[in-house]
């Protein structure tokens, strides 16, 4: 099966879910026979999504891009330069995969941290957005998505928190939140 008219989806905004959302697009997609990518952009260490796209290859696969060891606010100037410098390559990679339609479901998880912390400018983004073929879902996931982007999109979700256990102290739970 093929998407005959893919779109473009963002989900955006401070509550939690923006992940978890796509990661369910993208199960529901394997479970009609469509090839899944979703590139992470700045996330290091394990996450159980890791595993479950490994139980579920070849049809789900994640692919990890400016990958840090520590969170993003917390890199030295020095450390983000050669961050940048190693996803200028790792770009030029991902628009030739968009372009020549390699999947049917493309997430690009956390892209909006990616612009934020200047590794992508919003027109990247939009360029990544031009390109896609007519077939391929494409989903952007992360915070304060820019406005160009939310214009050129077909549906945008907005997460709004309005309660979580996080407030409370609560830390984040293996199995459910990572």
Request: charged share 30%; glycine share 8%.
């Amino acid at each position: 099966m093929t998407v005959e008219k893919g779109y473009i989806q963002v989900y955006t905004g401070n509550g939690k879910g923006k992940t978890t959302a796509a990661l369910g697009l993208g199960l529901r997609a394997v479970g009609r026979g469509l090839k899944v990518v979703m590139f992470q952009f700045l996330k290091g260490g394990f996450s159980g999504e890791l595993e479950s796209a490994r139980r579920l290859a070849p049809y789900f696969e994640i692919r990890r891009l400016a990958a840090a060891d520590k969170p993003t606010w917390a890199l030295l100037e020095d450390e983000k330069s050669v961050l940048r410098e190693k996803f200028a390559q790792e770009y030029a990679e991902l628009e030739k995969f968009i372009r020549e339609g390699s999947a049917d479901l493309v997430i690009l998880d956390e892209v909006m941290a990616a612009v934020h912390y200047g590794l992508l400018n919003a027109s990247d983004v939009c360029r990544l957005m031009e390109i896609k073929p007519q077939e391929m879902e494409l989903v952007l996931t992360g915070r304060n998505a820019p406005p160009e982007i939310l214009e050129r999109a077909d549906l945008v979700t907005e997460m709004r928190p309005v309660k979580h256990y996080y407030s409370s102290g609560v830390k984040a739970r293996d199995g459910i939140e990572r």
